[in-house]
């Protein structure tokens, strides 16, 4: 039983660790430059041949035209990238590394009842806010749970999560009349499997609870299999929390179950309008579509037709701004007026994307959630605003900061948030100072200026 419980979830960590992807464009917006880097990375070209080589144009007439005509597939390794729905390790802190967290767990809430103190989410909500107002006097975000009676509460910094603990280990905090748990996020196996469960693509897990004279027995489902609680115990929550524990012993990866490296299957397809046949036939096998737009010419007549053709086979599409150091070289843009090109060429892409989608899904790219990227595929970098956020606050000491603190910072890289010169704070539609100067925007500051910094120094002969 347990060796056939093993191959599936061996089986199924492997399968989510296989992408295929298609890259799509209009002709000549640099999507097989762009696919050399690709090749590079995953040690298949050599890396000062990237974007020169154009590997993935294998026949010679395409080599002689400088186009793509037909699809040309690859199967690429990431060995230093582990797949992110294929090791649950990589999405989620385990309980020895629970300790060094901002996040942290809250247990035993009093549910929410008509007639009770709590009658409502707000009011539970409210009073929870409040006690733990007591154990800090920094800001906090919670995130609550009020149907399974639990919250995830995210502090400012890793110390006033250590407080707050703290102070709630030596003057207990009662709300209903129950005492709550506050421990780091993750060390409760019952949170641990839920985020496990969400990481494989499994069914959230589901409790049954069996009450015997010697106690309480439960069972958790996750997806269609079942673990038991090895006995019975005194309290329905520790018997939730022996089930979530007998259930990661078997689920989480063995010694003998290696993490997954990221593989993908990647198709470089025509960007001409002769040979759509090309794309149509890629993107039906394909899980999603890279669709590689040169940021300065913006959405092309292929863009819309290729796009369609993706949206129509339900494949979901992911924008890559390509050749955006032609701000920098080409065309001396200053960063205001880059930002405003690459956000008019969004929202064009997005308006294609809301007229050709599937009903019933939202397929529009965002920058804040990485569904967008800023590539040059000349010069083979590229970046999503969640990496440039993670970057920036392991610079200011988070040696591994949550996702919800990546995606805060991420939603203020972009769009109307600007610097105030004067005190060096960020602030949201802040155009001008007090002399009435325009205010630098965020993305410009700290997102393109260094780029631009470094090809200035680049021009200047202080770099090769």
């Known amino acids: 039983m347990m060796s056939t419980l093993k191959q599936r979830v061996k089986h199924r960590r492997r399968a989510a660790s296989i992408r295929n992807v298609a890259v799509i464009a209009h002709v000549d917006h640099g999507k097989t430059t762009l696919s050399d880097h690709l ?24 080599q002689a035209r400088g186009i793509t005509i037909r699809s040309t597939g690859i199967s690429l390794s990431y060995p230093s990238i582990l797949a992110r729905l294929g090791d649950p390790d990589q999405t989620t802190e385990t309980a020895s590394g629970a300790e060094h967290t901002n996040v942290v767990y809250v247990g035993d809430l009093p549910f929410v009842r008509e007639g009770s103190d709590y009658n409502t989410v707000d009011a539970l909500l409210a009073a929870l806010k409040g006690k733990l107002a007591l154990t800090t006097t920094s800001s906090f975000d919670v995130n609550l749970n009020a149907k399974r009676g639990f919250a995830m509460v995210t502090f400012k910094s890793l110390t006033d999560a ?4 703290s102070v709630a280990k030596t003057t207990p905090i009662i709300l209903g009349g129950r005492t709550l748990t506050l421990a780091p996020a993750n060390s409760s196996s019952i949170q641990q499997l839920v985020e496990l469960a969400a990481t494989m693509k499994l069914a959230p897990p589901e409790y049954t609870m069996d009450a015997t004279d010697a106690g309480f027995i439960a069972k958790v489902q996750v997806g269609d299999l079942v673990f038991e609680s090895p006995g019975p115990v005194d309290t329905q929550r520790h018997a939730r929390q022996d089930a979530a524990a007998q259930a990661l012993t078997s689920l989480e990866p063995s010694a003998d179950m290696e993490p997954e490296a990221l593989s993908v299957n990647l198709i470089d397809c025509p960007g001409h309008v002769d040979f759509s046949g090309e794309v149509t036939a890629a993107l039906r096998i394909c899980d999603g579509a890279l669709v590689v737009v040169d940021c300065i010419e913006g959405v092309g007549v292929q863009t819309e037709t290729v796009l369609r053709q993706a949206l129509a086979d339900g494949v979901q599409p992911v924008l890559v701004m390509n050749k955006v150091d032609r701000c920098m070289g080409e065309l001396q843009y200053k960063p205001e007026d880059a930002y405003l090109k690459f956000e008019s060429t969004i929202a064009a892409v997005n308006a ?7 009903a019933g899904v939202d397929f529009q790219v965002d920058p804040r959630n990485g ?8 010069h083979g970098w590229g970046f999503t605003l969640p990496q440039l956020a993670q970057s920036m606050l392991q610079r200011q000491g988070q040696t591994n900061p949550t996702q919800a603190a990546v995606l805060k910072l991420s939603k203020r890289l972009w769009g109307s948030y600007f610097v105030d010169s004067a005190t060096n704070k960020w602030k949201k539609d802040f155009i001008v100072n007090a002399d009435g100067e325009p205010q630098e925007r965020v993305f410009c500051k700290f997102v393109l200026q260094p780029i631009y910094d470094v090809f200035d120094a680049e021009k200047e002969g202080g770099i090769e």
């Open 39 to 62: 090749l590079a990375m995953a040690s298949m070209l050599n890396s000062q041949k990237a974007g020169t080589a154009l590997a993935l144009d294998t026949d010679a007439e395409e």
């Open 162 to 165: 250590q407080q707050a603990l």
């Open 352 to 358: 294609l994307i809301e007229q050709y989608q599937p």
């Open 371 to 378: 569904s967008v990227g800023f590539a040059s595929g000349l």
